[in-house]
């Protein structure tokens, strides 16, 4: 049987603030796979770093198990665990030159230097610095820095990479070139990495899943894609992207859809989400009740007002040209506001502030969630 690269189960941190104690993270299960990037996202405090600093064994767990490849390194010291780190202020060396922060880990095993050579010439290779050796840290950029950083920790084969917002000091536009250099780096390596960020896109662009934790809990783990169309709460919903959450009341319940009333007459029918998955439909969700509604603002198109049943009735509040978009600001009769962001192409209608519209939700990418 092929064993997992690392399994976190019911792993629980309680830390004690002053009297009172505190549950950084709460019962996390999951499993990763070999050669796997999953990215940890979540708002400050909600128990990534500590998460992951269990893993790398700077903390222990106060409950709970954690495996390498089916090894319980739960209790296992920091230097036995065969893990690289990668954080974000980069912590090298700054009196050594490159070649010797890169060569630090492997002298310090006892490699000796006819050994050590060709694979830090490699590892520099590898992240571009091939030129760098005899320079400082002072005489780099942030990016070469975070890169060396890099080379650093892969020139010592770790069986697992942890980094925990490593991009977070750089600007923005050499964020997202490091962003794929990274991923890139990552699957020709065929490494394993656990990913802290709290910064969405960077979660979306570069994990092959994603564990989103809210209050030291997994909300939901998934592949990008899962956890941006088919988000399993209201947390998930509003932190990934934007979303629409418009709260309706149920009219009807059927095996695996729901039926509401739309403000202002008709009524639609879209999927209904089951969270936990274990709840039975008619127990999440109550005829007479409010149930809420999430759909992205471009999965609305903006016509011209109309009866048709399933349309929601509403007035534009702010209409933008953006170029690409056009973004509205729509006032429903229930007064919810709901944002819509619509394709721009040549000759397409522009509704101004004030018209009177009608929404209609793509039913494929809408979704019902216990309000
Ligand atoms: N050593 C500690 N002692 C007491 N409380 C701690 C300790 N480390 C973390 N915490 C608390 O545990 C909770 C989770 O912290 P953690 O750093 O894991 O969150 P995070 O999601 O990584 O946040 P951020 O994005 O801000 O780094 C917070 O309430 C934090 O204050």
Avoid: W
């Amino acid at each position: 049987m092929i064993k997992s690269a690392l399994e976190l189960r019911d792993v629980t941190k309680i830390f004690q603030k002053g009297r009172e104690p505190v549950k950084a993270v709460d019962s996390v299960n999951l499993t990763v796979e070999e050669g796997e990037l999953v990215t940890f996202l979540g708002p400050s405090g909600c128990g990534k770093t500590t998460t992951l600093r269990m893993v790398a064994g700077f903390e222990l767990p106060s409950s709970g198990s954690i495996t390498i490849k089916g090894k319980d390194i739960t209790n296992t010291p920091v230097n036995k665990r065969e893990i690289g780190f990668v954080f974000q202020n980069y912590a090298l060396f700054p009196h050594m030159s490159v070649y010797n922060n890169v060569a630090y880990g492997l002298k310090a095993r006892g490699e000796k230097d006819d050994e050590i050579r060709p694979k830090v010439v490699s590892a520099l290779q590898l992240v571009g610095l091939e030129n760098t050796e005899n320079r400082y840290p002072s005489q780099l950029s942030g990016g070469e820095q975070q890169r060396v950083a890099l080379a650093r920790v892969i020139v010592m084969e770790p069986t697992l990479l942890l980094m925990d917002e490593p991009l977070s000091n750089l600007d923005a536009k050499l964020r997202l070139h490091m962003r794929t250099e990274i991923r890139k780096l990552q699957k020709k390596l065929g490494i394993t990495c656990l990913y802290v960020t709290h910064d969405q896109s960077e979660a979306l662009t570069m994990a092959d899943r994603i564990v989103v934790m809210h209050k030291g809990k997994v909300e939901q783990i998934g592949t990008p894609f899962e956890i941006y169309s088919n988000p399993q709460s209201l947390f998930v919903a509003d932190f990934i992207g934007q979303a629409n959450i418009i709260t309706l009341e149920v009219t009807a319940i059927g095996d695996e859809n729901l039926t509401a009333a739309i403000p202002g007459g008709g009524s639609f029918t879209a999927r209904a989400l089951r969270p936990d998955k274990y709840s039975p439909i008619d127990v999440l969700y109550k005829v007479g009740k409010p149930a809420s509604l999430i759909v992205r603002p471009e999965s609305i198109v903006v016509t011209n007002l109309s009866n048709e049943d399933g349309q929601f009735p509403a007035q534009v509040v702010s209409s933008i040209f953006v170029g690409s978009h056009i973004e509205y600001e729509l006032l429903l009769q229930n007064d919810a506001i709901v944002k819509a962001s619509i394709p721009f192409t040549t000759g397409m209608q522009m509704f101004s502030e004030g018209s009177s519209v009608s929404l209609v939700c793509d039913v494929s990418n809408s979704a019902f969630l216990p309000a």
